[in-house]
């Protein structure tokens, strides 16, 4: 059998490329890992630019009163299943009341806090731990997200939440698109997205 080439599957019902067993397509292991990383590279940009396209195309989401534990608690739900599945720990330190709501795009907030955790999961070794803190700042909303990862470097601190940037310093090769999401929601809040470096290392970002 030959190996399939990326060419004969349409494109519609290709949402990933993916590689055929070594032994199937006649390559060495490490060749075969080493294709298989480009492919992925590959559709994680091209998932990049759909994901922008999609963003910049959509109608833009009414404002409304929201409460802002119903977001919190869903992020923090699925962040905490992100974390298990990486043996990583997840701590939620909320001291938000219950009732307290502000005005907001409810689903564009929610996948702000969802990008954000994700950053930090993608980062955070198995063992480490990912926390999230929302507090209330006078009329503010905070949010924070620390983790045990490597930490930003100089130039992610720089750059970091520009679409399409690309590092392959300590945290890691990505195209910065959902820090640059979540930015454009903290602006679209009349707020701000702030990245930087814990003072025992690690990442942290600000949503306020």
């Not at 055929?20 to 590279?41: F, H, I, N, T, Y």
């Not at 955790?117 to 993608?122: D, F, H, I, P, Q």
Request: aromatic share 4%.
């Amino acid at each position: 059998m030959s190996c399939i080439s990326p060419r004969t599957v349409p494109r519609q019902t290709r949402p990933t490329v993916s590689l055929l067993s070594p032994a199937m397509c006649g390559l060495s292991s490490s060749v075969a890992a080493a294709m298989q990383r480009a492919a992925e590279k590959a559709d994680r940009y091209l998932q990049t630019l759909r994901t922008i396209n999609t963003a910049e195309t959509s109608p833009q989401e009414p404002m409304q009163r929201v409460q802002v534990q119903e977001i919190l608690t869903r992020c923090a739900n699925d962040a905490k299943l992100l974390c298990e599945n990486r043996s990583i720990q997840f701590v939620l330190n909320n001291a938000m009341e219950n009732a307290r709501t502000i005005p907001a795009q409810r689903q564009a907030l929610g996948r702000a806090l969802d990008n954000i955790l994700e950053n930090a999961v993608r980062f955070t070794p198995a063992g480490g731990t990912i926390t999230l803190d929302a507090v209330e700042e006078g009329q503010e909303i905070v949010f924070t997200v620390t983790d045990t990862g490597p930490g930003f470097s100089p130039e992610a601190l720089q750059k970091a939440g520009r679409e399409l940037f690309t590092t392959d310093a300590a945290r890691g090769q990505h195209w910065g698109l959902g820090l640059a999401a979540a930015r454009r929601t903290a602006q679209t809040h009349n707020g701000t997205l702030t990245v930087s470096n814990g003072e025992n290392g690690g990442g942290k970002v600000e949503l306020r």
